[in-house]
């Protein structure tokens, strides 16, 4: 049935997508995405898009285990019902340990010990583990599943506004109960959001899911005077870590293979490149991870690339296949990982206000748990319902209790 509340997602990366996504699934039409830049414009348009069954334990492993089977089914229903395909496929995943060539291709030297890996493989490898198989494995290409979750919200009648928001309007409720008074619900509610040289949305709940850029949320909570610091804690948690990533094109070798390296560079430094082959024949690198900043470019677009990583990353790859020597290097990117504090999500309602929500900093598994995110804050908003992974990642961990009130 039609469920008439007017729903705000602030931010269009994969976590906004999917939480936009399981709502109209749960019969919200009215729902309305504002992304400053443009869909997936961030780490949702240039992560890897690996997916692992049970790599977490606990709260956090059911977590990841329903969102990673929910990538099959959907997946298959986008095929089914949408005709849209989002290169979703099992993998067979190894780590492998491999030290820096003086030459870039290498003969093809394998040992014994190589025989379950592809037979393209030409780097010395001196160890491997295999990390997962095809039931526990699996990728998806990030920026195609966001887009085309966000095509079936505005199908079912949402729409997405371009323009940066930059802060709310808020209204003080003046029937709150004895509840509000433990901070069960706030007597203080956003009403409008604004955005930048456009008319505000009016709204009856905001969700904040602006990735790495949710720390710029803070300052926009200092009206609502009921909890005023208490809340901005909230969102300064978060920042970005960047990292660079290269998309070779070859058209082949295109099985189902992901690695995660060891390797051990000349400087006596070893890094952790990923090395992913999409089904098109795309070849899909990422590493170079750097420190956490809260100093982000406005647009995902113009994260600045160093070409230096890039040809370290495009050398490991032909490292480790010399086949691909030749390969065009059609993408160079960087792009940052939303990160908190604490190292987990935020996911919630934001403590001390009534109807604004969070859903950011999910790390290096945010393709991962992104669907997972969509359909349990879909429960908490719709039915006040919460997963133990999702009280671990109440936003109240951060509050701070002080005079403010
Ligand atoms: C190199 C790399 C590889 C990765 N590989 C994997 C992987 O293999 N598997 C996996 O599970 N995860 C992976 N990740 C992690 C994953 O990409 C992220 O966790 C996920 O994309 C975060 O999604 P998001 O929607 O929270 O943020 P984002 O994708 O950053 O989206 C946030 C959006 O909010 C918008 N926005 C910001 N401020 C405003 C504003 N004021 N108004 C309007 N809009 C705004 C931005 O423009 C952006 O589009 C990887 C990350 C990186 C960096």
Redesign the pocket.
Known sequence: MANPIRICI?????????IGFYLSEAGCSNITI???????????????????KNWRSGAEGKFSESSFLAHAELAQRLKDEFSTDVMYRRLTTFNITINENNDEVNTNKHTSDKQSLPNWITADVHEKEMLGDEDTTA?VH?GLL?NALVKIIESRGGRVII????GFLFETITTHTEKDEHHQTSPVRAIKLL??DQEPIEADIFIL??????Y??APWFRDAIVFKENISHQLDVIG??????IVLKNNQPTEPYAFFLAYQSHDGNVLDP?I?LRPNGDIYA??F?EEHTQNLP???NSVSINESNCERLRQIVVQVASTLKDSNVEIK??????QSSDGS?LIGRLHGLNNVYI????????????LATGAQLTQLILKGEMSPFLKQCDPTRFYRRGGHR
Not at 10 to 16: H, K, L, N, V
Not at 209 to 214: E, I, L
Not at 333 to 338: E, G, I, K, M, N
Not at 359 to 370: E, R, V
Request: with cysteine; net charge negative.
């Open positions: 602030i931010g269009g990366g994969i976590i906004g997508a999917s504002i992304e400053r830049t443009n869909i997936a414009c961030g780490a949702s348009g240039r992560a890897g898009g690996f997916l692992a990728q990030p966001t323009g940066g928001a930059n955005i930048e899911a602006m990735g790495p850029w949710t710029q949320a970005g870590v960047k990292a660079h990533s990923e992913y990422c590493g991870s406005d647009s995902g990117q960087a792009c940052y990982l939303p999500p859903a950011a900093g999910h790390s290096c598994w945010g393709i991962l748990n992104s």
